[in-house]
């Protein structure tokens, strides 16, 4: 039977979008002399990084058109991914607890000399390799011999494996208390944030984070590393806001870890200044991830951190309080508190900034003023998937959640401050601008 015109219309359409988008691409490459785009390199690519919107558009639209399409040409496939893929993540973490990636370096090696390296046995390291061989991570370039490529290179940044490992255990370990948690009658409707699967997972009345502090130091080290290694596009995220019309102000980066968020801001804005609030624990880590990335911050006055427990009351006098990916780790309760406590703090003048990603619905909603509909027929939020992992992972270890940007501003309308301004582009993070209401 010959397919009538309607029947392949979404196959049509979905064609075209990648068309188009690949095209954007390539003019991209081209436009800039760019060495070939290719999975042999373990080189990073400029593609990846290029601030320009209607790259990161094509980019992103390739993304979403070729995972619908495979989900309508390949369904078993497809669902195969989904129900299986939880050994991706295993063969994942054990690449990165085994260093692959750096011991590989640049050059391609054997099962059996990356088994000396390693200590493992080597039949079964290659089984985990061969796994991500086939997500395009590593290569097999013959039989039983690895090497890098442009994806698996990404592994040997410390920060990178730390994520992994943060994700695939504790993360991993409270989600699969999931179902148990929901049905659980002292669990299925709790909101506070030692209720949540990790709670019974772990079997304690801690928050992760007082857990960490008290039980695992070890792993809240680890999480602090993640933390600074997530990778974020740099380039994007220093240009979402206009940092450099902020002249010489002080900015409070509450929650701030490592630094991470707000330390590149400091290198490219060398009349700003910066006071990184987190728990007095993390201070050491701080300093030493100070002298490792930003040694000219170390003896300089701009940076310092402070102790602070953000559920009590603020005390550091700044222009610009801060909060990277902090509101998201609680529930409405205490994601309140903490706002309010700055806003008690805050004078007319001051701005806090929150930098979140703001989850955004699969269907065609323009009631979310800021958000970017994708064109038809894909997922409306382009199959933002990482949001909505984000969104699970926080359920699973604090009972706290993203959240749409219409939630953030009821969040903040309810604790005396009110947002302004949106900063968003094409890329996941969003900046909501806020001041005294
Ligand atoms: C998801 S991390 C984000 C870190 C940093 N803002 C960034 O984007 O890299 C959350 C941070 O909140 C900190 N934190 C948790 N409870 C806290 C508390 N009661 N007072 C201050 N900081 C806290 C953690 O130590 C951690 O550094």
Known sequence: ????????????????????SLNTVEKSIL???????????????????????????????????????????????????TIYGYHDETALFIACQADIANHLGKEELSIQELAQKTGLNEEKLARYLRNLCNKQIFRETANNRFANNFLSVTFQSEGKRALVGHCADECRTSSSKAWEALVHPDYKDATEANK???????????????????????????????????????????TLYPWHSEGTKTIID????????????????????????????SEPKFYEYLKNSYPEFEQSDRVK????????????????????????????????????????????????????????????????????????????????????????????????????????????????????RVWRNAGLDTVLECIKA
């Open 1 to 20: 039977m010959v397919p009538s015109s309607n029947s392949v219309h979404t196959l049509e359409s979905l064609r075209s979008l990648i068309n188009e």
């Open 31 to 81: 436009d800039h002399n760019d060495p070939e785009l290719s999975l042999d390199s373990c080189e990073s690519h400029p593609v990846h990084s290029r601030l320009q919107a209607d790259l990161e558009v094509a980019l992103k639209t390739i993304s979403s058109a070729t995972n619908m399409l495979r989900s309508l040409c390949d369904p078993n496939t497809y669902l195969n991914d």
């Open 196 to 238: 949540a699967p990790f709670n019974l997972a772990y079997d304690t009345d801690l928050t992760v984070f007082e857990w960490v502090k008290s039980v695992r130091p070890d792993i809240g080290q680890r999480a602090n590393t993640a933390m600074a290694g997530k990778g974020l596009n740099l380039e994007q995220y220093l």
């Open 254 to 281: 509450v929650g701030g870890g490592v630094g991470a968020g707000t330390l590149p801001i400091m290198k490219e804005n060398p009349n700003l200044h910066l006071r990184v609030q987190d728990r007095p624990e």
């Open 305 to 420: 951190f402070v102790g602070h427990d953000f559920f009590t009351p603020q005390q550091e006098a700044g222009d610009i309080y801060f909060l990277r990916h902090v509101i998201h780790d609680w529930p409405d309760e205490e994601a309140r508190q903490i706002l309010s406590n700055c806003a008690a703090k805050m004078s007319l003048g001051n701005k806090l900034l929150i930098l979140e990603h703001m989850l955004a619905p699969t269907y065609r909603d323009t009631s979310q003023s800021s958000f970017e509909v994708a064109p038809q027929p894909l997922l409306a939020n382009w199959g933002q998937s990482v949001v909505s992992r984000l969104d699970l992972q926080m359920l699973a270890c604090l009972n706290a959640k993203e959240r749409t940007e219409t939630q953030y501003r009821a969040l903040v309308d309810s604790t005396g401050l009110k947002v302004v």
